[in-house]
């Protein structure tokens, strides 16, 4: 299993940016599918996006599509998601997930995913 830890959360205002990183350990980082999904109080966690081994493959969720982007550094075993132009309702715990077995598809659910990070809060004020 791979250990995954976010930062860069934080406060911003309505209409600013923040990057998020997403540091693995544990295992191989250029061989896992890895994607970020967000929970808020009360709610399901939520796709924001996903990134094949490569980076070569990115997709999104339909509330965040372009707004957000995610990249990886493999070789730096990190994952990240640049957010701008925030909004009130991206407030939530971001996690990043792995999918450890090989895959070639996009995969939206958290029951796709083997690892978890702890999350990172961000808080968008409007």
């Known amino acids: 299993q791979v250990q995954l830890v976010e930062t860069g959360g934080g406060l911003v205002q309505a209409g600013g940016s923040l990057r998020l990183s997403c540091a693995a350990s544990g295992r191989a980082f250029s061989g896992l599918h890895m994607a970020w999904f967000r929970q808020a109080p009360g709610k399901e966690r939520e796709f924001v996006g996903g990134i094949n081994w490569s980076g070569g493959m990115t997709y999104y969720g339909d509330s965040v599509k372009g707004r957000f982007d995610i990249s990886r550094a493999n070789a730096k075993s990190t994952l990240y998601l640049q957010m701008t132009s925030l909004k009130a309702e991206d407030t939530a715990v971001y996690l990043c997930?792995?999918?450890?077995?090989?895959?070639?598809?996009?995969?939206?659910?958290?029951?796709?995913?083997?690892?978890w990070g702890q999350g990172t809060q961000v808080t968008v004020s409007s």
């Open positions: 997930a792995a999918k450890s077995t090989y895959s070639s598809g996009r995969y939206l659910t958290p029951n796709d995913y083997d690892s």
